[in-house]
């Protein structure tokens, strides 16, 4: 069907309960599913490396899969807060067919006023946007492509882990 690259968000690693969601329902959609840990993670470090650090480490690791293990495949990218931020940044450089954010961070909590909003609406493919109803990190605005579904909960998804897996399994089923 296609492949699936997911990438966690700055505090977690790749097994986050929404992360674990959106695989099992990609994989029963017939998905070939990747999640990949930044190298800074890898390295034993907590705090992630600067934005444009973060991007060409996605890009590498997007692009050597794309020669073995999804070759071939239409291509998914996504990630979980920060990660949904780099799948964004990067959609168009790695060749993916649409994006997947899983609790994207529009602003810091607290600071709207400092929106990434702008990282959204440069994404002109397919994107799904999960979040929490009671999101500290505010709420992404619809767009021509984007299609933001609102699950119970806050920015870690994880009170109603059926409604992400229902709603990644429903997008993707219509994507191709």
Known sequence: MGALVLGHGAGGGVTAPDLVAATKAARGEGFSV???????RVAG???????????????AVVEQ???SAVQGLP?????????????????????????LCLAFPVHAPGRPDKTRQHELDAVELPVLVVQGERDPFGMPADGPARRVVVVAGN?????DLE????AVRGWLSQLF
């Open 34 to 40: 990747a999640l990949v840990e930044q190298p800074y």
């Open 45 to 59: 470090r907590r705090s992630p490396a600067p934005a444009n650090r973060l991007d060409e480490a996605w890009v």
């Open 65 to 67: 899969l794309r020669e």
């Open 75 to 99: 291509l998914v990218v996504g990630g979980r807060s920060a990660g949904a931020r780099v799948a964004c940044r990067t959609a168009a450089g790695t060749g993916a067919v649409a994006v």
């Open 155 to 159: 920015h870690s998804l994880s009170a």
């Open 163 to 166: 409604a992400v897996g229902t």
